[in-house]
């Protein structure tokens, strides 16, 4: 049952700490998709990899956040420093392009920062 | 650039009555349009999507939705809901050409009432 994997689910932290959030695409697939779900703003998308390459990160502020795949079956989204506003759900999503026009969703990463 | 407007944040509904949820976009260049659905604490799953060919697609669950292009429009219907439909939807265009980066509207919560 092939699907796309992020870990942890739930995270805790406090402000000023590191989070690291990550996501294992499904074999195969060769894009990747960061998205944030809050209530205010709804899904965004981050950041968007193709064969492991920053396509598109201009959804991610810079300053705090960074998203890389440090191999084909592992992408990672790291926060340095968590600040309140970064609460959220944090949702990985894989494809294959192209040609296959669908994007699988995880489970979702849950993030509060107190 | 794209963008997704779901007209309704709520719809209530009682069991076996039929819905409609609104959806319209906008786009410079012609579009794949998609419908996903989020249960509680669950990632975003596919309903249906359209490509291309005909204008009325059928998806999972009972689900079908109509493409209008003169109207930019996209409503997902379903003629006899169930309890477990309850659950909130999202509508998402990606531009042709432009990998499987999907860009979301706010979503509609379908709230099934006995």
């Known amino acids: 049952d092939a699907r796309v994997t992020q870990t942890p689910r739930d995270k805790v932290t406090e402000m000023g700490q590191e989070v690291t959030m990550r996501c294992q695409p499904i074999?195969?697939?060769?894009?990747v998709f960061w998205y944030r779900q809050t209530m205010m703003q709804g899904l965004e998308l981050l950041a968007y990899f193709r064969n492991r390459a920053p396509l598109d990160d201009s959804g991610m502020p810079k300053d705090r956040f960074s998203a890389e795949m440090p191999d084909a079956t592992l992408a990672t989204l790291k926060i340095q420093p968590s600040e309140p506003r970064d609460s959220a759900v944090y949702f990985c999503a894989s494809g294959l392009a192209p040609g296959d026009t669908e994007a699988f969703f995880g489970q979702g990463t849950r993030l509060t920062v107190v | 650039a794209q963008s997704v407007t779901q007209l309704d944040s709520q719809v209530p509904v009682f069991e076996e009555a039929p819905v409609e949820l609104r959806c319209n976009y906008s786009s410079s260049v012609s579009v794949y349009l998609f419908w996903y659905v989020q249960y509680p604490n669950q990632g975003l799953q596919l309903l249906l999507k359209?490509?291309?060919?005909?204008?009325l697609v059928k998806g999972i669950n009972g689900f079908e939705a109509e493409f209008n292009k003169s109207q930019t429009s996209f409503h997902l219907r379903k003629p006899s809901v169930h309890i477990s439909d309850t659950a909130e939807y999202f509508c998402a265009v990606s531009g042709i050409g432009g990998g499987n980066k999907l860009t979301f509207g706010t979503g509609t919560q379908l709230k099934v009432e006995l």
């Open positions: 074999l195969g697939h060769n894009t």
């Open positions: 359209y490509l291309s060919g005909s204008t």
